[in-house]
């Protein structure tokens, strides 16, 4: 039987992805992202902040 279970967002399991610290393009806020994220929103200006850029800018 085939049971549907819920992805659980925080759960990384066997997962390799390590957290990647930068800064915001747009307003230099301090991101986190991690290496399995392709982009994420900024919390303070709200621009998109993509992996390539935050690789650009990271601290
Ligand atoms: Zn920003």
Same mark, same amino acid.
């Given at each position: /039987?085939?049971?549907? &279970?819920?992805? !659980? =967002?925080?759960? #990384? %399991? =066997?997962?390799? #992805? *390590? +957290?990647?610290?930068?800064? @915001? +393009?747009? @307003?230099? %806020?301090?991101?986190? /992202?991690? *290496?399995?994220? *392709? !982009?994420?929103? @900024? +919390? !303070? @200006?709200?621009?998109?902040?993509?992996?390539?850029?935050? &690789?650009?800018?990271?601290?």
């Amino acid at each position: /039987m085939n049971e549907e &279970r819920p992805l !659980k =967002g925080c759960a #990384v %399991e =066997g997962r390799n #992805v *390590s +957290p990647i610290t930068c800064r @915001c +393009p747009g @307003c230099g %806020e301090e991101l986190e /992202m991690f *290496s399995d994220d *392709s !982009k994420i929103t @900024c +919390p !303070k @200006c709200g621009r998109e902040v993509t992996i390539e850029e935050c &690789r650009a800018n990271r601290i």
